[in-house]
């Protein structure tokens, strides 16, 4: 194996350690890196030097090298020599969600060699904390954020624009201002796919559990509904909509159990029932089973958000639409870095609809429609 391909083979199964890696963890020395591959310890260096360089590790004098960590300070002489910082800014609440996007924000960041800096938001704080971030961020990107009352109104958004550099609200309000971005799924047709994919099963009677805070797409994805319910020839009145008033930072699976205790309770009972999370599908499981009822011998049941990543130990694992998180993350990175067009302020994603264990025809005769 000649210098070159064994560095580039070194460089890969070192990527593959990392991306392995929690942030943070310690990575094998240098000598047991060259003894592993037989190669010399000057073509491990400039493998390790190289990563460094891009931002995958962090290395420290007499300790070692390091997966790099999101607590190392932004603002040391060594940043300068990667691509600059993204602002990360979500809600402070109690969202697994938010969480798994920020892992995918990282990932991709420091592949791009950008450094990432994080804004928790929480209710009681306000937008003065991205400003002063952004202001303390020598060579700030751009800025990615998840959607919170604070954004959507008219003054958040003149704060983003104030910043000055291209900012993607994530599940925001339509933007007016020309660095001003949002992506959302395409929410019409997430709720015309749950009614297509449930009534194309034999399903006639629904229930949709809105067990997250309102915003501006819930409206679309109940007008899909309504036109799938029509395309499928069924009334309106098969549909039925529960939705709470879930607060930011309140537990939203705690609004799908109580939802779905009610539902299984209730006199003309729905065959199949739509979550607008994975979060509330899974408390729904709970409820259904507490009622002595199964998914989806009793119940079929769909989610409107990505999956976690222990759902494929969950049985039955649960059918869901939605736009992929990973898709998401790189459209706003690709916005920030200027790989796609800026003319267009306001993106739409692609749903995707995957069929799980937790969808089944309904027993017994069809409900007429």
Same mark, same amino acid.
């Given at each position: 194996?000649?210098?070159?391909?064994?560095?580039?083979?070194?460089?890969?199964?070192?990527?593959?350690?990392?991306?392995?890696?929690?942030?943070?963890?310690?990575?094998?020395?240098?000598?047991?890196?060259?003894?592993?591959?037989?190669?010399? #310890?000057?073509?491990?260096?400039?493998?390790?030097?190289?990563?460094?360089? &891009?931002?995958?590790?962090? #290395?420290?004098?007499?300790?070692?090298?390091?997966?790099?960590?999101?607590?190392?300070?932004?603002?040391?002489?060594?940043?300068?020599?990667?691509?600059? +910082?993204?602002?990360?800014?979500? @809600? =402070?609440?109690?969202?697994?969600?938010?969480?798994?996007?920020?892992?995918?924000?990282? &990932?991709?960041?420091?592949?791009?060699?950008? =450094?990432?800096?994080?804004?928790?938001?929480?209710?009681?704080?306000? *937008?003065?904390?991205?400003?002063?971030?952004? !202001?303390?961020?020598? +060579?700030?990107?751009?800025?990615?954020?998840?959607?919170?009352? &604070? *954004?959507?109104? %008219? #003054? %958040?958004?003149?704060?983003?624009?104030?910043?000055?550099? @291209?900012?993607?609200?994530?599940?925001?309000?339509?933007?007016?201002?020309?660095?001003?971005?949002?992506?959302? @799924?395409?929410?019409?047709?997430?709720?015309?796919?749950?009614?297509?994919?449930?009534? !194309?099963?034999?399903?006639?009677?629904?229930?949709?559990? !809105?067990?997250?805070?309102?915003?501006?797409?819930?409206? *679309?994805?109940?007008? !899909?509904?309504?036109?799938?319910?029509?395309?499928? %020839?069924?009334?309106?009145?098969? *549909?039925? $909509?529960?939705?709470?008033? $879930?607060?930011?930072?309140?537990?939203?699976?705690?609004?799908?159990?109580?939802a779905t205790r009610r539902i299984v309770a209730g006199r003309n009972r729905p065959s199949a029932l739509i979550y607008r999370s994975f979060s509330g599908a899974w408390a729904g499981l709970r409820a259904i089973r507490e009622a002595g009822l199964s998914v989806p011998e009793d119940f079929s049941v769909v989610a409107n958000s990505s999956p976690l990543p222990m759902d494929i130990y969950l049985y039955p694992r649960i059918a869901y639409i939605t736009c992929h998180r990973e898709a998401v993350v790189k459209m706003a990175m690709d916005v920030i870095g200027g790989k796609l067009d800026r003319t267009a302020n306001?993106?739409?994603?692609? $749903?995707?609809?995957?069929?799980?264990?937790?969808?089944?025809?309904?027993? %017994?005769?069809?409900?007429? #429609?």
């Open positions: 194996m000649n210098k070159k391909s064994l560095h580039s083979t070194i460089r890969e199964q070192m990527l593959r350690t990392i991306n392995a890696a929690q942030v943070g963890d310690l990575l094998p020395t240098e000598k047991e890196i060259a003894e592993r591959f037989g190669s010399s #310890r000057a073509t491990v260096q400039n493998v390790m030097l190289s990563l460094q360089r &891009e931002g995958f590790i962090e #290395r420290k004098k007499g300790r070692g090298s390091f997966v790099r960590s999101k607590e190392r300070r932004i603002f040391s002489a060594t940043d300068f020599s990667f691509g600059g +910082q993204i602002l990360y800014a979500y @809600p =402070d609440y109690p969202a697994l969600e938010y969480l798994l996007f920020r892992k995918i924000v990282e &990932e991709l960041a420091r592949q791009r060699q950008l =450094d990432m800096v994080e804004a928790r938001i929480s209710r009681f704080s306000n *937008l003065s904390l991205i400003k002063e971030l952004a !202001g303390q961020s020598p +060579q700030l990107k751009g800025v990615l954020a998840h959607t919170a009352t &604070e *954004l959507t109104e %008219g #003054r %958040g958004q003149r704060l983003l624009h104030a910043l000055g550099v @291209p900012v993607v609200v994530i599940s925001g309000e339509q933007s007016v201002y020309d660095n001003v971005f949002t992506i959302n @799924p395409d929410h019409y047709k997430n709720g015309y796919k749950d009614i297509e994919l449930l009534a !194309g099963r034999g399903h006639r009677r629904l229930a949709y559990v !809105g067990n997250e805070p309102k915003n501006q797409g819930e409206k *679309l994805v109940q007008e !899909g509904m309504r036109r799938a319910l029509a395309d499928f %020839g069924l009334p309106q009145k098969n *549909l039925a $909509v529960n939705h709470g008033e $879930v607060k930011p930072w309140e537990d939203s699976a705690v609004a799908a159990y109580e306001n993106l739409t994603v692609d $749903v995707t609809v995957c069929e799980e264990e937790s969808i089944r025809p309904p027993k %017994g005769p069809s409900v007429p #429609r």
